[in-house]
């Protein structure tokens, strides 16, 4: 038996690759899926089945697309009802890949037809649980993510309740421990950066698990502090739940090399510039109205964030080399009309006399003796702030941004931080889209502002005050 987690840190999510005597199944594939068919291929091994554990909300899976390709057939828990064809599990449905088997228990709570996946090995011992967004290691998943459901997201909790503590915490306390998300995922609140556990080490550590627990504590828990989901989940999985275009389709119309002037036209008839090279390059020089995204952070979670038309037509700035993976990248959160790309970047642009936007930059000593003058604008999440900020710094989220864009002074002089000095410049690039040109990026973020003498303090929630 061979059982492989295939983990993307852009998205913090686990795809698993199960294999016995020739034959394979996939849980929760990404959108691309070659990496599923050259492991399989390698292995000699043939896909019977895709198991999905629920309509991931924040990212599309590759499920339609590898069932075309391999014949597998794909498998939901109960209450799915998905647009096309596949195998509607009972609950306790047990499916054999080779000398193994499958068996479905539904776990409803993150989402109605919400099911984990119970490995039993060659001898019918409980070997591992794949969770999906049931269970994670030190989190569970939020109950506020259904689709069109006339459930609250109390209903739902309470739902997830039932669900850990009758399907999965009777579960031997050897049982791995397989979740579909690690820490930086937003389909929970806590989660941790291990990706692979035991059931027993959650019973004793994880929150959600605890045996004094009651209903009415754990929902109150569960709906506590969950921040509004990013804008794309419900097109994700509406997407995941209706059919969605090939990727290959996707991938073939992204890839265009495009000239300035076929670059310019995409640009005049509304299409986004997404320019996807590293903060530093961007802040050196870029085209004017351009979007930056980089490719070297946590990608395609802040593309579904904050370019709102999941339809919006994108041409990007890439680095030579990079363009199937910013396309590819894209889909994964369902961004498929990509048009193409500027061939020769920004360089093109500049030899045929365009002039460059830029973003000044200040280290975070430079900023010290600003503290008391400056607008500070910390960018980070309001957990991060919470934590530890400068003292007078305004929270500016930059996963909300596009509901607040114009309660800051367009006049005043704005210096804009993160934690690391990737967000405060994808926020500066959207803020500049819509008018500011007096912001400052602060190098190196709050692990820099950490460093220096400047003025610091934490949000004290009200009901620990003595």
């Given at each position: 038996?061979?059982?492989?987690?295939?983990?993307?840190?852009?998205?913090?999510?686990?795809?698993?690759?199960?294999?016995?005597?020739?034959?394979?199944?996939?849980?929760?594939?990404?959108?691309?899926?070659?990496?599923?068919?050259?492991?399989?291929?390698?292995?000699?091994?043939?896909?019977?089945?895709?198991?999905?554990?629920?309509?991931?909300?924040?990212?599309?899976?590759?499920?339609?697309?590898?069932?075309?390709?391999?014949?597998?057939?794909?498998?939901?828990?109960?209450?799915?009802?998905?647009?096309?064809?596949?195998?509607?599990?009972?609950?306790?449905?047990?499916?054999?890949?080779?000398?193994?088997?499958?068996?479905?228990?539904?776990?409803?709570?993150?989402?109605?037809?919400?099911?984990?996946?119970?490995?039993?090995?060659?001898?019918?011992?409980?070997?591992?649980?794949?969770?999906?967004?049931?269970?994670?290691?030190?989190?569970?998943?939020?109950?506020?993510?259904?689709?069109?459901?006339?459930?609250?997201?109390?209903?739902?909790?309470?739902?997830?309740?039932?669900?850990?503590?009758?399907?999965?915490?009777?579960?031997?306390?050897?049982?791995?421990?397989?979740?579909?998300?690690?820490?930086?995922?937003?389909?929970?609140?806590?989660?941790?950066?291990?990706?692979?556990?035991?059931?027993?080490?959650?019973?004793?550590?994880?929150?959600?698990?605890?045996?004094?627990?009651?209903?009415?504590?754990?929902?109150?828990?569960?709906?506590?502090?969950?921040?509004?989901?990013?804008?794309?989940?419900?097109?994700?999985?509406?997407?995941?739940?209706?059919?969605?275009?090939?990727?290959?389709?996707?991938?073939?119309?992204?890839?265009?090399?495009?000239?300035?002037?076929?670059?310019?036209?995409?640009?005049?008839?509304?299409?986004?510039?997404?320019?996807?090279?590293?903060?530093?390059?961007?802040?050196?020089?870029?085209?004017?109205?351009?979007?930056?995204?980089?490719?070297?952070?946590?990608?395609?979670?802040?593309?579904?964030?904050?370019?709102?038309?999941?339809?919006?037509?994108?041409?990007?700035?890439?680095?030579?080399?990079?363009?199937?993976?910013?396309?590819?990248?894209?889909?994964?959160?369902?961004?498929?009309?990509?048009?193409?790309?500027?061939?020769?970047?920004?360089?093109?642009?500049?030899?045929?006399?365009?002039?460059?936007?830029?973003?000044?930059?200040?280290?975070?000593?430079?900023?010290?003796?600003?503290?008391?003058?400056?607008?500070?604008?910390?960018?980070?999440?309001?957990?991060?702030?919470?934590?530890?900020?400068?003292?007078?710094?305004?929270?500016?989220?930059?996963?909300?941004?596009?509901?607040?864009?114009?309660?800051?002074?367009?006049?005043?002089?704005?210096?804009?931080?993160?934690?690391?000095?990737?967000?405060?410049?994808?926020?500066?690039?959207?803020?500049?889209?819509?008018?500011?040109?007096?912001?400052?990026?602060?190098?190196?973020?709050?692990?820099?502002?950490?460093?220096?003498?400047?003025?610091k303090t934490a949000f004290v929630c009200p009901s620990t005050l003595k």
């Open positions: 038996m061979i059982v492989e987690q295939l983990y993307t840190k852009c998205l913090a999510e686990a795809a698993y690759y199960i294999e016995s005597n020739g034959e394979a199944a996939i849980i929760d594939p990404l959108r691309e899926t070659q990496p599923y068919l050259d492991i399989a291929r390698n292995n000699g091994a043939k896909i019977k089945y895709i198991f999905e554990t629920h309509f991931h909300a924040d990212f599309v899976s590759g499920h339609i697309d590898l069932a075309k390709q391999t014949g597998a057939q794909i498998v939901y828990g109960p209450n799915a009802n998905p647009a096309y064809d596949v195998i509607e599990a009972k609950n306790n449905q047990e499916f054999k890949i080779g000398a193994v088997t499958i068996r479905v228990m539904h776990t409803p709570g993150h989402t109605p037809e919400s099911s984990t996946y119970l490995l039993l090995d060659e001898n019918g011992k409980e070997n591992a649980i794949f969770t999906g967004d049931t269970l994670f290691l030190g989190d569970v998943g939020r109950p506020d993510l259904a689709i069109k459901s006339d459930l609250t997201q109390e209903d739902l909790a309470g739902m997830l309740f039932d669900s850990l503590r009758n399907r999965i915490m009777p579960l031997p306390d050897e049982t791995i421990v397989y979740p579909g998300h690690g820490a930086g995922s937003s389909c929970g609140k806590s989660m941790s950066s291990e990706t692979i556990g035991t059931l027993g080490e959650q019973k004793a550590t994880n929150y959600a698990l605890r045996a004094d627990m009651t209903k009415e504590e754990f929902v109150k828990e569960l709906t506590t502090g969950i921040l509004p989901p990013p804008q794309y989940f419900p097109k994700n999985a509406a997407m995941n739940k209706h059919g969605y275009e090939s990727f290959e389709n996707v991938l073939e119309n992204g890839m265009h090399a495009l000239s300035l002037d076929a670059f310019d036209a995409e640009v005049q008839k509304g299409a986004l510039i997404l320019d996807v090279r590293t903060q530093k390059d961007f802040i050196q020089g870029f085209i004017p109205n351009s979007l930056f995204i980089g490719l070297n952070g946590t990608f395609a979670m802040w593309v579904g964030a904050l370019i709102e038309d999941i339809n919006q037509p994108i041409v990007l700035i890439v680095p030579e080399g990079k363009e199937e993976e910013a396309v590819t990248r894209l889909s994964r959160v369902g961004y498929d009309n990509t048009v193409g790309y500027l061939e020769g970047g920004v360089e093109t642009y500049v030899n045929a006399g365009g002039e460059l936007s830029t973003i000044t930059s200040i280290s975070a000593d430079a900023l010290e003796p600003l503290h008391g003058s400056a607008s500070i604008i910390d960018v980070r999440k309001p957990g991060e702030f919470e934590a530890e900020h400068i003292l007078d710094a305004v929270t500016y989220p930059l996963d909300f941004i596009n509901s607040h864009l114009h309660t800051l002074d367009k006049e005043q002089q704005h210096h804009v931080h993160c934690a690391g000095g990737y967000r405060s410049v994808i926020a500066i690039s959207r803020l500049m889209q819509e008018g500011y040109t007096n912001l400052i990026d602060v190098a190196g973020g709050y692990g820099a502002i950490k460093k220096t003498d400047i003025p």
